[in-house]
Structures are given as structure tokens and as C-alpha cells.
């Protein structure tokens, strides 16, 4: 595995963040109670919780683009008072612009950014080339299958190097089998540099086959009850060489839903110490 080199992440603190959505207003609503989290520059954190629990909330408050009703973020040591920009954002909706090859959608940023087109260019082709998708360089979006669209998405989040990437179920749209491709092509990337990346998503078995350490989010509105650190050897395969350890990270969070009410009705193994 190669070192990252100085482009690498930046730390995160999250301190006593909490959001009530219509505070003027005559119904407010709570979606967040406070949230104390520091992520350590270069750290892959997922978030899980229950529909509704405010991971998203959470996420637009940590890029800025969400004001929080408590509380502090800090990104490499700057108070996030306004959309960041050094990001990389991805949603599930993989939104590329239609009337742009897919080489001129990751180009984008040399548009919004400023940044220098040569650069961006060797770096989107190297991308393209990494994960294998050369030949759709030059098609419009319509033209490529929703997996190979989301890839495109995947690498204009990462074409410019940010140090922070921020995605919100962002392959929710896949099927299964694509879904297990995109997982390794965003392993192997962020493996390269590093950066921190916050990755909110249904699947347990997703965080489990990715993360450093994963967010169990309480039902809303959310606090998080549970922070696990995922001590598994990478790259991981898709199948885990250590199987037991990982099913023992999913038993855990399947029990902290159960406990929740969040899973009922469902067998789950003896819970086992992860
Ligand atoms: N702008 C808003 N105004 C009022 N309520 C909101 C607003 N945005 C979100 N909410 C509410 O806050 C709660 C948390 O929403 P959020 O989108 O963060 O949940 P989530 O965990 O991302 O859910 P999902 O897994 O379904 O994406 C929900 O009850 C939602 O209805
Ligand atoms: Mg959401």
C-alpha cells in the first residue's frame, strides 16, 4: 500500500451540534439532539441510523450548507459558518448535467473552481482509467447505465482532491452487483490519499465493508448511541477474509436497532462481543 502524500484529510470536531428545524415558527421540530463527534484527519466514518434520524441534516450542517441550532464544526480548525468549498460532495442522486460528456461533467470543476484544466484533466483521465471506464469518457449521460453514471459522480468527487468528502447514500440507487463494484472503486480510491470522508448509508453491511469506525444513530430525533471502531485489514474483499469478525460488527449493529425498535419481528444470531 502506498503512503498518502500531503493531500491527505483534515480533522473534523463536531461539538454539542443539535437542530430544530422552525424554531420561529409555532411547531418547531427537533431532528438532531446534540451530537459530540471529532473525526481524525483521513478517517472513513460512516453514519447508520433509521429513516428520518437526521443523518442528512447532519451532513449539510457539516458542509455548511444547513445552519446548526447548537453548538460548533470545525474543519481543519475553521468554524463552518458557510458552504465549505475544499470538499467533495456526493448524493444519491448522482446529478451530472445531461448536456456534458462525462469527461466534461468530472471537468466541472475547472469551470466552478478555477482550477487548472491540465491538471484536472490528467487527474480525471487517470481516474477514468483506474476504474476501467475509458470508453465512456466521451458519452453524454444518458448514453451510460445508472452504474456507470454514479461512477462518473464518484470521480468528479474526487477529481479535485478534496480533504473532506461528505456522501449521502450515495450508491442507493445500484443494484446489488454494481453496488459491491462502486464499494471497492471508493476503497481503493480514498486508500490512495486518504482524505476524511463522512458516508451516510442504509447498509450495515456497507459501513461494516468500508469504514474505520461507524456512527449507530438513534431514531429521531438522533443522537448518536453507538461509536465503533472497525478494526479489519485493508483493502477489505468483498467477501471478508475474517468472516466472523465481520459478522460480529453487523450482529452488533443489528442489535442496536433491535434495541431501538428500529428492527422487530427478525432472528437475530447471539449477540457476540465486537
Ligand atoms: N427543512 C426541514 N424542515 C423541517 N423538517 C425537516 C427539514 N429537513 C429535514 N427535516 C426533518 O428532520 C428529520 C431528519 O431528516 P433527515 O433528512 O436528516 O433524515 P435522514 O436520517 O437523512 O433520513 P433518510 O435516511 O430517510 O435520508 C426528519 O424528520 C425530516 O422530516
Ligand atoms: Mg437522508
Redo the contacts with the bound molecule.
Keep these: 500500500m502506498t503512503e498518502p502524500d500531503q493531500k491527505s484529510g483534515v480533522t473534523i470536531h463536531i461539538r454539542n451540534v443539535s437542530k430544530v428545524?422552525?424554531a420561529d415558527g409555532d411547531k418547531p421540530?427537533r431532528?438532531l439532539k446534540p451530537i459530540d463527534v471529532t473525526i481524525p484527519a483521513g478517517q472513513f466514518i460512516s453514519v447508520v441510523?433509521?429513516?428520518?434520524?437526521?443523518?442528512?441534516?447532519?451532513m449539510l450542517m457539516i458542509a455548511g450548507l444547513l445552519s446548526r441550532s447548537t453548538g460548533e464544526i470545525t474543519v481543519d480548525g475553521r468554524s463552518v459558518t458557510k458552504p465549505i468549498t475544499d470538499v467533495g460532495i456526493a448524493f444519491q442522486d448522482h446529478l451530472l448535467l445531461d448536456f456534458r460528456t462525462a469527461f466534461e461533467n468530472v471537468m466541472l470543476h475547472a469551470d466552478i473552481r478555477g482550477l487548472d484544466r491540465d491538471t484536472l484533466a490528467r487527474r480525471a483521465k487517470d481516474l477514468f482509467a483506474q476504474l476501467r471506464l475509458e470508453h465512456a469518457m466521451d458519452k453524454y449521460p444518458n448514453q451510460l447505465s445508472g452504474g456507470m453514471r454514479q461512477r462518473v459522480s464518484l470521480i468528479r468527487t474526487l477529481v479535485h482532491e478534496p480533504p473532506v468528502i461528505l456522501m449521502?447514500?450515495p450508491f442507493g440507487a445500484l443494484d446489488a452487483l454494481t453496488r459491491l463494484q462502486v464499494r471497492t472503486d471508493l476503497e481503493s480510491l480514498w486508500l490512495r490519499r486518504r482524505p476524511t470522508v463522512v458516508f451516510?448509508t442504509?447498509s450495515v453491511e456497507e459501513a461494516v465493508g468500508l469504514s474505520d469506525r461507524i456512527l449507530v444513530?438513534s431514531p429521531?430525533p438522533?443522537e448518536v448511541i453507538d461509536d465503533i471502531e472497525v478494526d479489519l485489514p485493508r483493502p477489505r474483499p468483498i467477501v471478508l477474509g475474517d468472516a466472523a469478525a465481520f459478522a460480529a460488527y453487523v450482529d452488533r449493529i443489528h442489535h442496536q436497532f433491535e434495541r431501538m425498535g428500529v428492527l422487530h419481528g427478525i432472528t437475530l444470531p447471539q449477540q457476540s462481543a465486537a
Excluded: N, R
Design positions: 428545524f422552525g421540530f431532528a441510523g433509521a429513516s428520518g434520524c437526521g443523518k442528512s441534516t447532519l449521502d447514500e451516510i442504509h444513530m429521531s438522533g
